[in-house]
């Protein structure tokens, strides 16, 4: 095994989780934004104000993501799988 292949697979690995993360990250983001804008405005400097409309918008962002990502996840895996015999050898 090649020490380009091993930069290939890796580089697909690490592509695979920044798209995959990516919707999450980018919504926990803007509601966390929002929260900040609104602590601001107002000057309530709550700290669970800044988590609880984070984790909520996070598990809705899983619900209507999480079958997307499932299939890019498995996707990558099952490529992993069929192409086992040039990692062995």
Do not use: C, H
């Amino acid at each position: 095994m090649s020490s380009e292949f091993v930069l290939t697979l890796a580089e697909k690995g690490v592509y695979t989780i920044l798209l995959v993360t990516g919707p999450l990250l980018l919504l926990a983001l803007a509601v966390g934004l929002l929260v900040s804008i609104f602590q601001a405005t107002t000057q309530i400097q709550e700290q669970t104000l800044a988590f609880i409309p984070k984790i909520v918008a996070v598990l809705v962002g899983l619900v209507f993501f999480g079958p997307w990502m499932l299939t890019e996840m498995v996707e990558f895996t099952s490529e992993l799988f069929k192409n086992i015999n040039q990692f062995v050898g």
